[in-house]
């Protein structure tokens, strides 16, 4: 639903996404999936907030629910494939 250089930036929208969709947030690097960072045309490192789902129903259910917030369409709709849940040697957690 939107990006940032900072994860703080994005301070009130994670609250208005949570408030809406609590079980589809996420707060993540868009290097953490594969082809994120290109479809968002934002650079690697960049801080993405927006809803995941497993599968297309429930991606367009939470997307209506954030509707109100957010307006009817986000930045980019697809599958992107989670690319690791966690990379000690940099401390970073996907």
């Known amino acids: 639903m939107d990006t940032a250089s900072e994860p703080g ?3 009130r929208e ?4 949570v ?3 609590p079980d ?9 999936h594969e082809g994120l960072a290109d479809a968002l045309k934002v650079p690697a490192g960049t801080w993405v907030c927006g809803l995941a789902a497993g599968t297309r129903p429930e991606l367009a259910e939470a997307v209506v629910r954030a509707s109100p917030a957010f307006g009817d369409r986000p930045l980019v709709e697809g599958q992107f494939r989670l690319l690791r849940l966690a ?3 940099v ?3 996907c």
């Open 14 to 17: 994670v609250e208005a996404l």
């Open 91 to 93: 401390g970073t957690r």
């Open 9 to 11: 930036e994005l301070g």
């Open 19 to 21: 408030e809406l969709c």
């Open 24 to 32: 589809r947030v996420l707060l993540e690097h868009v290097d953490c």
């Open 87 to 89: 990379d000690e040697d």
